[in-house]
């Protein structure tokens, strides 16, 4: 685990999503890492700090004149103690205070005596957070060397809709451990993600199409951006947000998946193919939506092109990893693609399964590797099942150079 053994500090500022924080703090001490809270005063009216104490089991400082606790000068003590300072929710207030050098509160004053890593997490309302001075501040502190994680877009509290919202706890817990990593541990490696499902049309109106949302491959590029990779990711239609760090390429069939990914093909050094494209097109889609009438329908469909067996045909030292989502005879079904597809893992799971679906935002997942090994995972958010998953591949990079 990247936390252990680590001090953290958590700034938490005066918003609405002040409450994530308390999850936030929860999940590192689960990570084993030992967690200190400084609050601002603005912070302390959304959550008590009494709430922080027996979460980080560690006093909590708001005032710059609280009397100190375990430490001597404590904004300096907890500044040269820290391994990685977390802001969550940074607010515009602090964004602009760090971009303009003011320390003027305990969490300012000690954020500017840090020498450790800084990970901005920002919350807000939409306009807020587009308004230029905000921008150029965002900006200011990334060329300045802190880590920004971009904020996801939804419904916000004051009823707004658009980018402002704080990423979920196991998010910035994801994000933390990257920026833990004393060099970005994919740094030079390019990987190729597919994700979402394909639409082969029936007429202009309609298509075939299939239940994927994406969320596993784009938690698994996301993950691989994080860690340093260049990251080509190429989606199926979904509703989700790019990734940070992250090219994405559009595409909507199954030929236009297949065409994007063998032209990226030569270029990486890792495929994780997590799309679900469709095994069957319409052989003539009608130029003009189908009327309907008291006659049967009747569609000819021909067989797509198998992508990931046509990759695995042509892989040298790439690494190919498969998905295999299936509804029964799980392991069956996934050590034969394995064997048929050339690959070097495949990652099964069985969709039926409750907190296993496509919509899901977990997943329970069995991993079978290319020499026989095989794991089973819990549920886990699918963004533990990304992480966990390149913490396999990097170890399985680090074999391939070294035998090569």
């Known amino acids: 685990m990247p936390f252990t053994g680590k001090t953290v500090v958590v700034g938490v500022c005066g918003g609405i999503a002040a409450y994530k924080a308390v999850e936030l703090v929860s999940r590192l001490r689960k ?9 601002t005063q603005h912070a302390a009216e959304f959550v008590t700090p009494l709430t922080f ?26 500044a040269t103690a820290a391994d990685l300072f977390i802001v969550a929710p940074a607010t515009a207030n602090i964004l602009g205070k760090l971009a303009a050098g003011i320390a003027d509160d305990m ?6 005596a840090t020498k450790a890593p800084v990970l901005l997490a920002p919350a807000m309302n939409t306009n807020m957070y587009l308004n230029p001075i905000v921008q150029k501040n965002l900006r200011t ?6 880590c920004i994680l971009p904020p996801a877009c939804g419904k916000l509290a004051c009823g707004t809709e658009g980018p402002g919202r704080l990423p979920e706890p196991v998010e910035i817990v994801e994000a933390a451990a990257a920026v833990l990593r004393e060099k970005k541990s994919l740094q030079g490696v390019r990987v190729l993600v597919t994700a979402g499902g394909t639409r082969e049309p029936i007429d202009p109106v309609r298509y075939l199409g299939n239940r994927s949302s994406g969320k596993m491959g784009y938690a698994i590029a996301a993950q691989a951006a994080r860690r340093g990779a260049e990251v080509i990711l190429v989606s199926g239609p979904v509703a989700l ?21 063998l032209r990226e093909f030569p270029q990486v050094q890792v495929v994780v193919k997590a799309a679900a494209v469709a095994d069957y097109a319409v052989e003539h889609p009608a130029e003009h939506k189908i009327k309907k009438n008291d006659e049967p329908l009747t569609l000819v469909l021909k067989k797509n092109p198998d992508i990931l067996k046509e990759l695995g045909e042509k892989k040298q030292k790439q690494l190919l990893v498969g998905f ?16 048929k597809k050339n690959l070097d893992l495949i990652v099964a799971n069985d969709v039926t399964m409750p907190g296993a679906g496509f919509q899901s935002d977990t997943n329970i997942v069995k991993i079978l590797r290319r020499d026989g ?6 549920q886990l958010s699918k963004e533990e099942v990304a ?18």
Do not use: C
Not at 57 to 78: R, T
């Open 373 to 378: 090994a095989m794991e089973e995972w819990p």
């Open 107 to 112: 969490l300012s004053t000690t954020l500017m």
């Open 53 to 78: 104490r027996e979460l980080s089991g560690q006093p909590v400082v708001v005032s710059m004149w609280d009397e100190p606790k375990n430490w001597h000068v404590e904004h300096i003590a907890l």
């Open 141 to 146: 502190l990334a060329e300045l060397g802190y």
């Open 241 to 261: 947000e790019t990734p940070a760090g992250v090219t994405r390429i559009n595409v909507e069939s199954a030929a236009q998946m297949r065409e994007a990914v």
């Open 387 to 404: 992480a966990r998953l390149w913490d396999m591949l990097e170890k399985m990079l680090a074999e391939t150079v070294a035998f090569s």
């Open 324 to 339: 295999a989502a299936e509804t029964r005879e799980l392991l069956a079904h996934a050590k034969e693609k394995l064997k």
């Open 31 to 39: 990570q084993k890492a030992t967690v200190h809270v400084i609050m």
